[in-house]
């Protein structure tokens, strides 16, 4: 039965060509694409030298037929749209027909494949079918596309270094497993497994294989629905975090997208658990009626536009704000350094006549520059997911535990001690946490008074900071400060608010720095919080100040009845738990044998 259809060439032209194979990575998607089309459960990707040598694809699909089998590779073949229609409404995943045939014009294809009892071997070398005869009865089809870019070196050239090229075949492999869970993944380069997935459909095992365990511990699971959307997934605790944007996964109707806003949107929701530039590791699936999103339909692409997109962004925000506000944050302090995969990737440096040499040029390249994508070492013990959620629940179900101060480290760090363990405060870390909440409550107060300045303060800027505050005097006058220009480039301050405290003046030029950095898309809110930042850094006990255990126990009540006791306002940590479990561990008190 002939599956494969020819596509119309208008609707073909309207698909963006030409770059559908630019990089390794686009060829392994292209195949993995076709395999998952063809229903498979489970999926090899082997790479020799990071695909530019060999990227060989291993399913058990449904196959093709032998007519289907010549046919996959003449432009314009798509088993999956029929019209216009089909296109706007895509589903499916792997809709350039085009593509294949693009592929086998730049490099040396050999398909195997088998749809019922006939098997078919089909060979091809830039573009020209060499052969076609029968092949084994395995079911499903292997793809093997060598020497890509062999005839023209051009592209070749273009292939960044073997790290880049893996690195970004690497992240590909990880977000589709993430959005297919139920697919048995596999990955190796040069014999190296980078990613196995189990395929059990469960998302956790997943995250487990692409981050380890440690990090799998200490993901939270969520769900919620409005009207319009249903969510579901993973996202990580704030101590979790990583350098780039790239581990927040966003999976719409089963395919994974990208869309600044929801990122943004995520990244606000854990302001001051974590630091602003650090980015949490997040799985979150979305259903929707498809008729409200708008996919951009570029093949290189993955770009989504809502129709709704507000009551998206709410329920995301709640989401993420439920998800961590009523844990306990505390981090355990760790003992396991997880190893990135990149480690142990080793790259074979004989030169082939195909292969050009400026791929090699990067090959001092150290590990260290791609840890932006980490990649942990797949754990030999596969402690169930059922485990791992069960180990996640006991360890954040419970708010900021009672504690009881035992003394103070270098006037800096508060040691304490409950029946579960030690605990290590970072003084100045909480007393930022304490001001911080208060100044924000007193910010937010409309009715706030305002305190007379004896001796006016008078501060003079540069030229374009003045005409800037000029613009934005309104800000400070709702803030209930008393303030006028005052001759060239100055202004005078005769009243601030009552909140405001310490060297005014000091103070005043912070805040009006503030005003000015933030002047292009002012927000009040995220105005409030840089103010209160600020504030709070300043009146915070400074380090290597000796306070007393009655100050102590005041600040540590005072840090429990913050809404977020866990982190300073810049996202650092205020507390750090050692466990009676983990004392005894670092003393070797408990037996060897139970140590993980
Ligand atoms: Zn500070
Ligand atoms: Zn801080």
């Keep these: 039965m002939q599956v494969i259809k020819i596509m119309d060439e208008v609707l073909a032209n309207k698909i963006a060509a030409g770059e559908v194979v630019e990089r390794c990575a686009s060829v392994v998607k292209e195949l993995v694409e076709n395999s998952i089309d063809a229903g498979s459960t489970e999926i090899k990707v082997e790479l020799k030298e990071a695909g530019t040598k060999e990227i060989k694809v291993i399913d058990n699909g449904k196959g093709m037929s032998k007519e289907d089998a010549v046919l ?56 020209k079918i060499e052969e076609v005869s029968p092949g084994d009865a395995r079911k499903g089809t292997i793809m093997t596309v060598s020497e890509l870019f062999y005839n023209t070196p051009a ?30 993944f596999t990955l190796i380069n040069n014999d190296n497994t980078i990613l196995k ?37 993973y996202i990580s605790l704030p101590e979790v975090h990583r350098s780039s944007r790239n581990n927040m996964v966003t999976i719409v109707n089963g395919r994974v997208v990208r869309n600044m806003d929801i990122n943004r949107t995520i990244n606000d929701a854990y302001h001051s658990y974590k630091p602003d530039n650090r980015y949490p590791i997040t799985v979150l699936n979305i259903t929707v009626d498809p008729s409200i999103i708008d996919v951009n339909i570029h093949p290189t692409k993955m770009d989504i536009k809502f129709s709704k997109m507000d009551t998206l962004l709410e329920l995301i925000k709640k989401i993420v704000v439920e998800a961590i506000s009523h844990k306990n944050l505390i981090p355990k302090a760790s003992f396991v350094t997880a190893k990135p995969k990149y480690e ?93 909440e208060k100044f924000k409550k007193e910010m937010g107060n409309p009715n706030i008074a305002s305190t007379a300045l004896l001796f006016p303060v008078i501060i003079e800027l540069p030229a374009n900071d003045f005409l800037i505050l000029k613009e ?59 103010v209160a930042t600020m504030m709070s850094c300043k009146k915070a006990i400074k380090a290597n100040t000796n306070i007393t255990m009655e100050e102590m126990e005041a600040l540590i009540d005072d840090l429990r009845n913050c809404k977020n006791p866990y982190n300073c306002p810049h996202g650092r940590p205020t507390t750090i738990f050692y466990s009676n479990y983990d004392l005894e561990r670092l003393f070797k008190r408990s037996g060897f044998d139970v140590i993980k």
Aim: glycine fraction near 6%.
């Design 72 to 127: 996959a590779f003449s432009r314009h073949a798509t088993s999956k749209i029929k019209d216009e229609e089909d296109l706007y409404h895509l589903m499916t995943l792997g809709f350039r027909g085009e593509a294949l045939a693009s592929i086998a014009a730049v490099s040396k294809v050999t398909l195997m494949t088998c749809e019922t009892e006939l098997g078919t071997k089909v060979v091809i070398n830039g573009g």
């Design 155 to 184: 592209r070749l050239k273009h292939l960044k270094s073997l790290y880049t090229e893996l690195a970004s075949i690497t992240d590909y492999m990880n977000k589709l497993s993430l959005s297919h869970p139920d697919i048995r």
């Design 197 to 233: 997935t189990d395929g059990s459909g469960n998302i956790l095992k997943v995250i487990k294989a692409i981050y380890g365990a440690d990090v799998a511990r200490k993901m939270v699971k969520v769900e919620d629905e409005n009207n319009d959307y249903s969510i579901s997934g």
């Design 344 to 436: 142990n990737i080793t790259l074979d440096l004989e030169r082939t006549p195909t292969i050009n040499n400026d791929l090699y040029e990067e090959k001092t390249v150290k590990p260290n520059v791609v840890r932006e994508n980490v990649i942990y070492e797949v754990s030999d013990d596969p402690a169930p997911a059922d485990v791992i959620e069960e180990e996640i629940k006991e360890e954040v179900s419970e708010k900021m535990p009672e504690m009881y101060p035992v003394g103070l480290v270098h006037g800096t760090y508060i040691i304490c001690q409950n029946e579960k363990g030690m605990y290590i405060i970072d003084q100045h870390a909480a007393k930022e946490r304490c001001n911080y």
């Design 472 to 530: 934005n005097l309104q800000i400070l006058k709702d803030l209930k400060f008393d303030i006028e220009e005052f001759g060239v480039n100055s202004v005078i301050i005769k009243q601030h608010p009552a909140w405001l405290t310490g060297d005014i003046e000091d103070v005043c030029r912070k805040i009006i720095e503030i005003v000015i950095a933030t002047e292009k898309n002012f927000d009040i809110e995220k105005f409030n919080e840089k």
